[in-house]
């Protein structure tokens, strides 16, 4: 029997992919207010891109969850292990529906991606093939498999920009910084958190391949490197002193999962403190527009 709508959305893992989507339009909105206060504001004329924002969440939320169900299926033995409620372990989607269905998702959003310009097509494009390379092969390569996600998911803000081309990328370029330093961390955090499944199934992951203890201090200095370089958005004029006051909690959300890193060993509850630090972050952008 085939799986209905509402577990397809749980393979996809929706809610991440509504968070994507609406970080990416943060993007957008973001790269407008700076590129239309500028002396290029002639270029776009006073009017926010409704339309082609509304493209850029379709995009990432598509790409966005045609990535989470073609690594499942390529996770399949782990997630029997580490998450078995997952819809191909257990039982609910078969493996070539999600294959199948992911590839769906990646053609109808890089397609979408190219009806907005060029810059975002190809944007949509390298990112749907990284995303296919990741779960197939980066996944199991020590710390360019952590790099990866970390791009992969600070690109959305340069994805929300790229609608005004080469410009709205340049102007977002810190933001997609700390985002990817935030998302390099968070993910090596969950890679100690994963290791009993990994190591059954003979993955290699960095915490594997140089110990948790190495691994999470690792971590921690990249995690603390995003906390030290918040600031700059609102030094450079790219967001206001809303976003200053908002990011410090975000930063004291990051310094506590650095806490139980290093203090407690619970790579579990610093993973979810840092997803909750995140957050914070991605309100602080909004709030400092």
Do not use: H, W
């Amino acid at each position: 029997m085939s799986a209905g709508i509402r577990t397809y959305l749980e393979l996809m893992r929706y809610r991440n992919c509504l968070m994507a989507g609406f970080a990416a339009v943060i993007g957008t909105l973001i790269a407008f207010n700076i590129l239309t206060s500028g002396p290029s504001n002639s270029n776009f004329e006073g009017y926010f891109p409704f339309l082609d924002a509304g493209l850029v969440f379709l995009v990432v939320f598509l790409v966005s969850g045609a990535g989470n169900a073609i690594n499942d299926y390529f996770d399949i033995r782990i997630d029997s292990i580490n998450r078995p409620e997952r819809p191909i372990p257990s039982g609910r989607v078969q493996a070539k529906e999600a294959l199948y269905f992911s590839y769906f998702l990646f053609a109808l959003g890089t397609l979408l991606a190219f009806s907005i310009n060029y810059v975002c097509g190809l944007i949509a494009l390298f990112n749907s093939l990284l995303l296919v390379l990741y779960a197939k092969t980066l996944k199991g390569t020590p710390l360019l498999g952590n790099l990866s996600i970390g791009y992969l998911t600070g690109s959305v803000f340069l994805f929300g920009a790229s609608i005004f081309g080469f410009g709205g990328i340049k102007v977002l370029s810190v933001l997609f910084l700390l985002a990817a330093l935030a998302i390099t961390a968070r993910e090596i955090v969950k890679d100690i958190e994963d290791m009993e499944g990994d190591r059954r199934e003979g993955a290699d992951t960095l915490p594997i391949r140089i110990g948790a203890k190495k691994a999470g201090n690792l971590a921690v200095l990249i995690g603390l490197l995003a906390v030290l370089l918040s600031p700059l958005p609102y030094f450079m004029s790219i967001l206001g002193l809303s976003y200053l006051y908002l990011v410090f909690l975000a930063d004291l959300g990051f310094f506590a999962a650095i806490l139980q890193l290093l203090l407690r060993n619970n790579p579990t509850k610093s993973s979810k403190m840092l997803k909750i630090a995140m957050f914070f972050a991605l309100i602080a952008f909004i709030a400092g527009v």
